[in-house]
C-alpha cells in the first residue's frame, strides 16, 4: 500500500495534477465527491479527510456527523474530459469513522466483506452489468426535456440513430480510464442505448458502474443532451434496466451445473426480499411486467420473460443473467444482496424449481416479484435473509430513506409531476 501510495504521489506531480476528487456514494449509490488540492494528499491518505455525514442521504444523525474518507490508490483515473493542463484525477474511497474503524453505510466495505467471506468458503464471483439508459434533449432554457434524442428502434444504425457518436464518446472516454467494454447498440426505446462491461470483481464493477454514469451524463452534457438513467422515464416504452450477469470460480472441481442451479434456487428464494434493493424508487414498478423487464419469479434458458435467464453463450461468456434490476439500483447493495443470496444456495444445495420455457408474462398462476414499492418494503422489513446479511445500521436507515421517500408519493396528488421534478433530474 506504500509503495502504491507513493507511485500516485510521483504521477500527480509528473502529470501536471492539480486536483483530486474523493470520491464516493451515499446509500442510494448517488456519487458525491470532495475535492482535494495535491498537497492534501499524503494527509487524506494517513487521517483521512472528513465531511459532514449528516447532509448525505442515510448516513449520520447532525449530532453525530463526522466521518472521514480514505482514497483507495488502486482506483486511481484520470478524467478525460477535464482540460490537459491541471488535470483532475478521481479515487474512489473508504469511509471510516473518527477511530478508523469502517463505516457500517459505506457499500464499498460492504462488498469487501462479502468478496472475504466467498473466499473462505473456496468461492470467487464475478459481475459484469448491461446498463440502458435514455438520451434526451433540452428544452428553449437549456433544462432536460422528455423529447429523445431519435425514434431509433433495437440495434438501429444512422440516421435511425442519433446516439451512435455519443456511445463511441463514452466507450473511448472509458477506454482512456482504463475500462473494458464488451459492445454497446441502440437499445429498443426511442433515445435508448446500451452499453456492456466485461466481466470485472464486485468491487471494481461496482466502482465502474458508478463511474460509467459520471461519464455518460458528462458526455452527454458536452452534447447538449441529457441521460437519464430513470428505471421508466417514457410511457410505453422500454424501462432502463441493469441487468447483472454473473459468473462464479470454485476452488475446488465441482459440478458446474449443479453449482449454477444453486445459485439459481439461492437467489429465487430471496428475490423479492431484497426487491427494495433492485427496484428502489416508486417509477421502478413500472418498468417490471413489461418490454422484457420480468415480473415472473422463474428462470429459463435464453428466456427474456423470466427473472433469471441462461444465455446460450458458451465459455468465458457463460453465465446466469439476473434481469430484475434496474438502473437507479445502488450496484455496492444489489451485487452484495444477489451473490449473498446464491451463496447461500450453494452452501444450502437449494434446489430450483423447473426451468420455464414459455412466455412468463402471460402467466398468471406463478409468483410474481412485489407489485408496488410499498410491497417491497413491507417485505423486506420482515426479511430474516436481509437482517442476516446486512448491517443493521445500513438497513435501518435504507428502509428509513424508503418508507420517508413513499410519503412523500402519497402525500403528491399528480405522481408524473413528483417524478419529474425530483427524480428525473437525479437519475
Not at 51 to 57: E, G, H, N, V, W
Amino acid at each position: 500500500m506504500a509503495n502504491m501510495q507513493y507511485e500516485i504521489s510521483n504521477f500527480i506531480e509528473e502529470n501536471n495534477v492539480k486536483f483530486i476528487r474523493l470520491a464516493f456514494c451515499d446509500i442510494l449509490g448517488n456519487l458525491k465527491n470532495i475535492s482535494i488540492s495535491c498537497d492534501e494528499l499524503d494527509r487524506a491518505f494517513s487521517t483521512g479527510i472528513s465531511f459532514d455525514a449528516s447532509s448525505i442521504k442515510g448516513f449520520l444523525n447532525v449530532e453525530e456527523s463526522d466521518l472521514l474518507l480514505f482514497p483507495d490508490p488502486e482506483t486511481l483515473q484520470v478524467l478525460p474530459w477535464r482540460p490537459s493542463s491541471g488535470k483532475v484525477v478521481m479515487m474512489f474511497c473508504d469511509i471510516k469513522y473518527p477511530d478508523f474503524t469502517p463505516f457500517e453505510g459505506d457499500g464499498r466495505a460492504l462488498i469487501k466483506k462479502f468478496v472475504n467471506k466467498a473466499k473462505k468458503e473456496g468461492y470467487t464471483f464475478k459481475i459484469g452489468s448491461e446498463c440502458e439508459f435514455y438520451l434526451f434533449k433540452l428544452n428553449e432554457d437549456g433544462n432536460p426535456s422528455f423529447t429523445p434524442l431519435d425514434n431509433g428502434t433495437y440495434l438501429d444504425v444512422a440516421p435511425n440513430d442519433k446516439g451512435e457518436n455519443i456511445r463511441r464518446d463514452i466507450c473511448l472516454t472509458l477506454q482512456d480510464m482504463g475500462f473494458h467494454t464488451e459492445r454497446s447498440h441502440h437499445e429498443s426505446g426511442p433515445g435508448q442505448m446500451e452499453v456492456d462491461f466485461t466481466y470485472g470483481n464486485l468491487l471494481n464493477s461496482a466502482d465502474n458502474l458508478i463511474t460509467f454514469k459520471s461519464v455518460v451524463k458528462s458526455t452527454a452534457t458536452m452534447n447538449g443532451l441529457f441521460a437519464s438513467f430513470l428505471p421508466k422515464p417514457l410511457e410505453n416504452k422500454s424501462g432502463n434496466g441493469m441487468h447483472v450477469n454473473i459468473s462464479i470460480k470454485s476452488d475446488e472441481k465441482q459440478d458446474d451445473d449443479k453449482i449454477r442451479e444453486f445459485m439459481i434456487a439461492g437467489i429465487l428464494n430471496r428475490i423479492k426480499d431484497m426487491t427494495i434493493f433492485s427496484s428502489p424508487i416508486y417509477n421502478s414498478y413500472q418498468r417490471l411486467g413489461q418490454f422484457e423487464a420480468p415480473s415472473r419469479i422463474g428462470w429459463g434458458y435464453g428466456n427474456r420473460s423470466t427473472t433469471i435467464r441462461i444465455p446460450k453463450a458458451q465459455g468465458r461468456y457463460s453465465r446466469l443473467e439476473v434481469r430484475t434490476p434496474d438502473t437507479s439500483a445502488n450496484p455496492y447493495l444489489i451485487y452484495t444482496l444477489i451473490c449473498e443470496a446464491a451463496l447461500e444456495g450453494i452452501k444450502n444445495k437449494e434446489t430450483p424449481p423447473p426451468s420455464i420455457s414459455t412466455n412468463a408474462f402471460s402467466d398468471k398462476e406463478g409468483t410474481n416479484l412485489p407489485k408496488s414499492m410499498l410491497e417491497a418494503l413491507e417485505i423486506a422489513e420482515k426479511s430474516s435473509f436481509l437482517k442476516r446479511v446486512l448491517p443493521k445500521p445500513l438497513l435501518n436507515s435504507y428502509l428509513k430513506v424508503k418508507k420517508n421517500e413513499l410519503e412523500e408519493y402519497k402525500r403528491c396528488e399528480h405522481i408524473s409531476t413528483l417524478t419529474e421534478e425530483s427524480y428525473f433530474p437525479i437519475y
